[in-house]
């Protein structure tokens, strides 16, 4: 089984043979962080696939992303945007998002993506201070565990009704599942997958796709 999926190995590889559409330069961005000592940190590329293809379904023009790591994630929702979308991209590391903005350079989308290096939390708060609550038609959370809440709640007022929240490794490699698995990041995952399942604010769907999907589709007020 790989890191990346509950799916035995040959089954996974024939998932990728029959499904897969990487543009290439997705692909060499996946090549080359996985060289790099964090690499378990970038997303499958099957999640990649299907972040894309919910961005092209909702007609989304207006992203946001909190955890952007090499920039996989953030290539693909931009590359699926329009030509006039817009992704906000939420990060602490100017290490890690230069490998990034290489690869938007690249792809040709860097003019989509606004790349703002400061704590995530900073950074929504003043999107909403802007008088930019229910504007986003999608946000992707991948960042640190402790602070999802924190994240979730804030996407909850930046994204629309009927815009789409997706949060990243909900599943944690199975951990969550395993009673004896008694640490702070597994049980604050715990805690915040039983939050979402009874927030009536949402219509949630928990997805087997790479390491755990929740998509939290924001309900009319």
């Not at 043979?17 to 964090?38: G, Y």
């Amino acid at each position: 089984m790989s890191d990346k999926t509950f799916l035995d190995a040959s089954l996974y590889q024939y998932l990728l043979s029959v499904s897969l559409r990487e543009p290439e330069v997705l692909q060499q961005l996946r090549q080359e962080t996985a060289n790099h000592p964090m690499s378990q940190m970038q997303i499958a590329p099957e999640q990649g696939q299907f972040m894309m293809l919910l961005v092209q379904l909702m007609g989304a023009k207006k992203a946001l992303e909190v955890g952007v790591f090499t920039g996989y994630s953030s290539l693909a929702v931009a590359l699926a945007l329009p030509a006039d979308g817009k992704l906000i991209a939420c990060d602490v590391s100017e290490d890690y998002t230069n490998v990034a903005q290489r690869y938007w350079q690249r792809a040709g989308v860097a003019d989509k993506i606004d790349l703002r290096i400061a704590p995530a939390l900073e950074t929504l708060d003043a999107l909403l201070a802007d008088g930019q609550a229910n504007s986003f038609d999608f946000a992707f959370i991948d960042a640190d565990k402790s602070n999802y809440p924190g994240y979730y709640e804030r996407a909850l007022q930046l994204v629309r009704p009927g815009g789409l929240i997706v949060i990243d490794n909900v599943l944690w490699s199975g951990r969550v599942a395993d009673p004896d698995v008694q640490d702070n990041r597994t049980q604050a995952i715990r805690a915040f997958n039983r939050a979402l399942h009874q927030d009536d604010r949402i219509f949630p769907c928990m997805i087997a796709i790479a390491d755990g999907l929740t998509l939290a589709l924001k309900k009319s007020a």
